[in-house]
């Protein structure tokens, strides 16, 4: 299954930068990486997406090494609606997205 | 751009009853989507892939005459819970991708609370 590791769990305060790591040794030549954000009761939204190097949009940042075997989402200034789970996937248009656990970050004031 | 719109958002009914929850991408086409269902502090499974114009492929485990999946147009796939009972109560969230060149990342709905009495 295309699942992914990521820390179960973060804690951070408020205008502090947050990085989480996610690990995906076997990623294939046509999978991108993808992360969502859920807040309770909602649906997963979609953060940011690459294949390889970086990727920064109004939200956040993807580091992506040369192996892709992990990456990094980064969330500059982090603030207490940040408060949520994210999802680090495998992702490729051919194929069905499994989601592994996430990691639950805590914004605290 | 790329929403995706489910209905009802919340729904309690009795048990024995059916119950069917509507998922629209409203500015896209998608011919295939996804549903999942996620217990309360886990992670979203998926259940089952809707294509559109054919049968829904189910994951391991899932009864497809349990969970009557449709995909009639390129905007609706819906989910039927059929003969619901209190372990069918979960929050069902369904996904499209648009159609096209590249990769194109998923878009959720907003979920779907079921509770079954």
């Known amino acids: 299954l295309a699942k992914t590791t990521q820390p179960i769990s973060m804690d951070s305060y408020e205008g502090q930068e947050v990085n989480i790591t996610c690990s995906h040794n076997n990623i294939a030549t046509n999978d991108y990486i993808t992360w969502y954000q859920q807040f309770p009761s909602q649906g997963p939204r979609f953060i940011i997406q690459g294949y390889k190097t970086k990727v920064t949009n109004e939200v956040a940042s993807l580091f992506i090494p040369a192996d892709r075997k992990s990456s990094t989402l980064s969330l500059p200034r982090v603030s207490l609606s940040d408060t949520a789970v994210y999802y680090c996937?495998?992702?490729?248009?051919?194929?069905?997205?499994?989601f592994g656990s996430g990691t639950r970050l805590s914004i605290r004031p | 751009g790329a929403v995706v719109s489910q209905h009802p958002s919340w729904v309690i009914c009795k048990s024995g009853t059916s119950v069917k929850i509507e998922c629209r991408s409203l500015?896209?086409?998608?011919?295939?989507m996804f549903w999942y269902r996620q217990f309360p502090k886990q992670s979203l499974m998926l259940m089952a892939t809707?294509?559109?114009?054919?049968?829904?492929?189910?994951e391991q485990g899932v009864e497809k005459d349990k969970f009557l999946i449709n995909h009639a147009s390129l905007t609706l796939s819906t989910l039927t819970v059929t003969s619901a009972h209190p372990e069918d109560s979960s929050f069902y969230i369904c996904?499209?991708?648009?159609?096209?060149?590249?990769?194109?990342?998923?878009?959720f709905g907003d979920g779907t609370r079921l509770s079954i009495l």
């Open positions: 996937l495998r992702d490729s248009s051919a194929s069905k997205i499994i």
């Open positions: 809707s294509n559109e114009g054919s049968k829904a492929t189910y």
């Open positions: 996904s499209a991708r648009v159609s096209g060149f590249g990769n194109q990342p998923q878009h």
């Open positions: 500015d896209f086409q998608a011919t295939t």
